[in-house]
């Protein structure tokens, strides 16, 4: 079976810092991975996704995140935070199904201070 | 612009009193689903629809429903909520590959509908 595994459930950085967000998972077969980012009482936005092909995946509000393989991980990255960033990040799976069903890691409270 | 769109975007009913919320989207997807949100916790999925098909998760209880009378709208009807049923409920959608058609790999999600039991 699937699963995502997101390491840290709150990270917090400092305005203009580097955000690392950590999100490994597992799968038997090449998988679709996703970042979503949730702001309170909001639903899901998609910030970027892997399918195939390049596996540094650029995505909205300057994050980009690497497929690696061997490291089975897909971490979100972003060189400097800004308040704004501050929310909830999901990291996600595609259901190996075919009806694109999401299967999500536990998430990352994501504090940036001034 | 707004694709996928929830209603209300907040609920409140009482315990035990059946309760239904809406989703609509304009991207004309195949597929929609609905999503169970508890607080601080991942979005779950409670079941999903491929056309007029309804996919339940193995997990889903029995109290949950959904109806989807055509490809717009998408229902989910709580029979009985209880305590334990408070949570946010977000819809998505998703176009699948079909039949000479091409598919998308994403869902797109509306903003929720924060459901309280009293």
């Known amino acids: 079976a699937q699963s995502v595994t997101q390491l840290g459930s709150h990270v917090s950085v400092s305005e203009g810092a580097l955000v690392l967000l950590r999100c490994n998972y597992s799968?038997?077969?090449?998988?679709?991975l996703f970042w979503y980012v949730q702001y309170p009482n909001q639903g899901l936005q998609l910030l970027l996704k892997?399918?195939?092909?390049?596996?540094l995946v650029k995505g909205i509000n300057g994050f980009e995140a690497e497929f690696k393989k061997s490291e089975t991980s897909f971490h979100l990255t972003k060189p400097s935070a800004h308040m704004s960033d501050a929310a909830e990040y999901f990291c996600a799976v595609s259901d190996l199904g075919g009806y694109n069903k999401l299967i999500f890691g536990a998430g990352t409270r994501l504090a940036v201070h001034p | 612009d707004a694709m996928v769109i929830q209603n209300p975007r907040y609920q409140v009913t009482q315990f035990g009193k059946p309760v239904t919320l809406s989703c609509s989207q304009t991207?004309?997807?195949?597929?929609m689903y609905w999503y169970q949100q508890k607080s601080s916790q991942a979005p779950k999925l409670l079941f999903h629809y491929y056309d007029k098909d309804f996919n339940n998760e193995a997990d889903t209880p029995d109290n949950f429903q959904s109806r989807r009378p055509n490809t717009s709208f998408c229902f989910l009807d709580i029979r009985s909520p209880g305590l334990g049923d408070a949570a946010m409920y977000l819809c998505?959608?998703?176009?699948?590959?079909?039949?000479?058609?091409?598919?998308?790999?994403?869902?797109?999600f509306g903003q929720g509908t924060r459901l309280t039991v009293v």
């Open positions: 892997y399918t195939t092909g390049a596996t």
């Open positions: 998505a959608t998703s176009r699948v590959a079909a039949w000479g058609q091409k598919g998308d790999t994403e869902a797109f």
């Open positions: 799968s038997s077969v090449p998988p679709y």
């Open positions: 991207l004309n997807h195949n597929v």
